[in-house]
C-alpha cells in the first residue's frame, strides 16, 4: 500500500509509535524511526523491522522538545529520501500532579513534546507534502485531548491544543492533497501507563493487578487497552484512499472512554 512512500514516527522507540512503525513498514513504507532508549536496543528495533519488511529504516534521534532539532528531522528526511509522504506526531511525556503543585519545569517540558513539536514538524512538512500533491499527517493526541481527569493540567492542555493544531492544518491544507487528523487513543498499555500504574499502586497500597484493574474500570468501559497495533492500524486508514476526505478532525480509539 505505501511501498516507495517515505513515513516519520516520532517516539517510535517504545508504546504506540512502535506499533505505528511496524504497522506502515508490513505496508511497505520507508520508516524514520525517532526517540530515546540505548543504542544497541535502537539498532535492534531499526534493523530488526527492516529485515523483517524489506524497507529502508533509518533511526533519527532528534530532541522533540528543541524546535531546531524538530525542523531538522524533517529536512534531513527530506534529503536524505527525497521526500516525505507521512508525518506521525507521536512523541510525548506525562507527569502528574495537583495544578498548584505542578513543576514549572514539567508543564514547561509537556507543552514542549506534546503540542510544539507538532507544530514545528507540521509548519516545516507541510511545504514539501504540498509539492508533491499528496500528504498524511497524523497527530498522536489522547482522550484527554477531548476531555479531563484530575492531575494532569500540562497534558490535557497540550492534548487538546493538539485537537485544535490538527483542525487549523486541516482547513488549511484542504483539497491540496494533503490531510492532518488526530487520533484519541484511551489507555493503552506501554510504560508511560505502566508508570502511572505503579504510582496508583504504591499511593493505595494495593496490588499491580488491582491498581490495573482500577485504571480500566474508572474511565475505559471496554474493561480492555488499545493495542499500539490497533492504533498502526487506525494510522494506515487515515493514510488509505478510503480517508482522502477525512482531515480536520478527531477519531477516538477509546473503548467507549469518551462515549460517557
Ligand atoms: P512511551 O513512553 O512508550 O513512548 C514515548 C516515546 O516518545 C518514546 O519513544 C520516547 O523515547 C519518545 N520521547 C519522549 N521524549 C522525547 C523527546 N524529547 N524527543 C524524542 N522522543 C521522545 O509512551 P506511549 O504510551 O507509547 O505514548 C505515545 C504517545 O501516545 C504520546 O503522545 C502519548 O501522550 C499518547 N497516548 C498514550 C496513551 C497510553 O495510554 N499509553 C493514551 C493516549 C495517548
Known sequence: MFKGKVAIVTGSTSGIGLGIAKELARLRADIVLNGFSDAGEIEAIRSGIEREHGVRVSYDGADMSKEDAVRGLIA??????????????????????????????????????????????????????????????????????????THKA???????????????????????????????????????????IDDNAAQKGISKDDATRELLAEKQ????????????GTVAFLCSGAADQITGTAISVDGGWTAQ
Not at 489507555?187 to 502511572?196: A, I, N, S
Not at 468501559?221 to 498502526?232: E, I, T, Y
Open 221 to 232: 468501559p471496554s474493561l480492555q487497552f488499545v493495542s499500539p497495533a490497533q492504533l498502526g
Open 154 to 196: 500540562a497534558y490535557v492542555a497540550a492534548k487538546h491544543g493538539l485537537i485544535g493544531l490538527t483542525k487549523v492544518v486541516g482547513l488549511e491544507t484542504a483539497g491540496s492533497g494533503v490531510t492532518c487528523n488526530a487520533v484519541c487513543p484511551g489507555w493503552v498499555r506501554t510504560p508511560l501507563v505502566d508508570k502511572q
Open 76 to 149: 534531513t528526511t527530506a534529503a536524505k529520501y527525497g521526500r516525505l509522504d507521512v508525518l506521525v506526531n507521536n512523541a510525548g511525556i506525562q507527569f502528574t500532579a495537583p495544578v498548584e503543585e505542578f513543576p514549572a519545569a514539567k508543564w514547561n517540558a509537556i507543552l514542549a513534546i506534546n503540542l510544539s513539536a507538532a507544530f514545528h514538524g507540521i509548519a516545516a512538512a507541510v511545504p514539501l507534502m504540498k509539492k508533491q500533491g499528496w500528504g498524511r499527517i497524523i497527530n498522536i493526541a489522547s482522550a484527554h485531548g477531548l476531555v479531563a481527569s
